[in-house]
């Protein structure tokens, strides 16, 4: 039985590049760009190479970039640049014309015939979608690019900005203390741009789904259930939600990544609040403005409502009553029993939390106004072993410093080993006020 699903680029992105999937062009050092190949003639843009991608180092069309081996220089190519604005004016005046009659309809079917260089409607419609033929391209002296596989170290770099993102140096660490391995599932509050999202289902990933599922139904239960790493994202802002819906559709992730566009602070992490098999995360991440709003949805035990305050967090008396209170009422009798009064049904309570593992939960915030707050509340729901941990990425620069022959004097050893400790006593000193 074949298995259908998405493979995605940055799971599995295989040896050599590929037609309609995603790429990254390597500009220079902190400058790539997510292209998706292609080689249909409906997305050239009018160049008669087929696509092109334009950069500042030439003109790249897809036929040059698709079958390669990842990590192969790509020299520019030259294109026909006046195709595409020959094709823009003759779509121009196809506008232009004029609405015709139905007794010029032979006559429309004759130019329309002529204008799909002797084919129908249908069949132009077809070829418009067929790999375009391109003729051997030279070879252009602007420049060159390398042609690299999709990563989240890659995407967090080029994706398009939509907020502000979680760089590589914070979810390397954060990934790494929240101990996210193969076949976690973490809960993600706050998903932005994609950031995160993207380098936790690379971590976590051990199959997909429909993968799974085929292997079960077919075994049944002669094969334990396979526990698949997934990501459950939240994000209170609707077009961004769309958007990464977009993207991750487009790379191949929407099995691993579920987007849910959802205000935390009241409506928890729960899928479905009658039902307790989701998400049972192992691992959560929130990068919102007020976490301690969304920490109280994150319990195994049910958290009585409490009162307020200005800033959001509890306050007073009920911040400390964090455990279920036996309310003794008095006995029931018929002069304070209404008579069309119902029996209460108490809400039956599911957490969003692995009930059979240790959870553990990072917070990012930016101020220490929020981690104070965050702290508080973790401290009164019963987390424990909390840590403060603040990151400085720092980069270091390597420099390749050249050393003429004619500097050295090889008279005696002892002259050359000063002349290299004062060149590189001058080295230093150059460093060290340049960072000054």
Request: glycine content about 6%.
């Amino acid at each position: 039985m074949a298995i259908q699903h998405q493979v995605s680029p940055f799971l599995n992105p295989g040896a050599v590049s590929k037609a309609e999937s995603l790429a990254m062009l390597h500009l220079r050092r902190d400058q790539t760009l997510p292209v998706k190949l292609t080689q249909h003639a409906e997305k050239s843009d009018g160049y008669k190479e087929g696509p092109v991608t334009n950069t500042r180092f030439g003109s790249f069309p897809h036929s040059t970039l698709i079958g390669l081996p990842w990590g192969s220089q790509v020299r520019a190519s030259v294109v026909d640049t006046g195709s595409r604005g020959r094709q823009k004016q003759q779509q121009q005046q196809n506008k232009k014309k004029r609405k015709r009659s139905p007794t010029d309809e032979q006559a429309i079917v004759v130019k329309q015939e002529e204008n799909d260089g002797g084919l129908g409607g249908e069949a132009a419609a077809a070829a418009a979608t067929t790999p375009t033929k391109v003729p051997t391209l030279a070879a252009a002296a602007s420049g060159f690019i390398y042609l690299l596989p999709p990563t989240a170290e890659l995407w967090t770099t080029s994706l398009p900005h939509r907020t502000q993102v979680v760089y590589t140096p914070d979810y390397s660490y954060i990934l790494h203390r929240l101990q996210v391995r193969p076949g976690s599932v973490l809960i993600e509050a706050g998903a932005g741009s994609g950031s995160f999202s993207h380098a936790a289902a690379r971590a976590l990933f051990n199959g997909y789904p429909a993968e799974s599922n085929a292997i079960e139904a077919k075994e049944g239960a002669r094969r334990q259930k396979k526990r698949i790493g997934q990501v459950w994202s939240y994000e209170f802002h609707k077009q961004r939600v769309e958007k990464l819906q977009e993207e991750l559709q487009e790379h191949g992730l929407a099995d691993i990544i579920h987007i849910t566009h959802r205000d935390v602070y009241q409506d928890g992490f729960l899928q479905d609040p009658q039902s307790a098999t989701e998400p049972q995360a192992d691992a959560i991440f929130l990068d919102l403005p007020a976490p301690w709003l969304a920490i109280r949805h994150l319990t195994r035990t049910p958290v009585p409502p409490s009162n307020k305050g200005s800033n959001g967090a509890s306050s007073g008396a009920a911040s400390r009553s964090l455990t279920p209170k036996t309310i003794s009422n008095p006995p029931e009798t018929a002069e304070n029993t209404p008579a069309t009064a119902e029996p209460p049904h108490a809400t039956e309570f599911h957490s969003p939390l692995n009930p059979n593992a240790t959870v553990r939960i990072c917070t990012f915030s930016p101020c220490i106004e929020q981690v104070q707050k965050t702290i508080s509340v973790l401290r009164e729901l019963g987390w424990v072993e909390i840590e403060l941990i603040n990151l400085a990425h720092e980069r270091i620069e390597v420099r390749r410093e050249r050393i003429e022959a004619s500097q050295i004097d090889n008279s005696t050893v002892e002259e050359s080993v000063q002349k290299l400790k004062d060149i590189d006593g001058r080295a230093r000193q150059f460093r060290t006020e340049w960072h000054a």
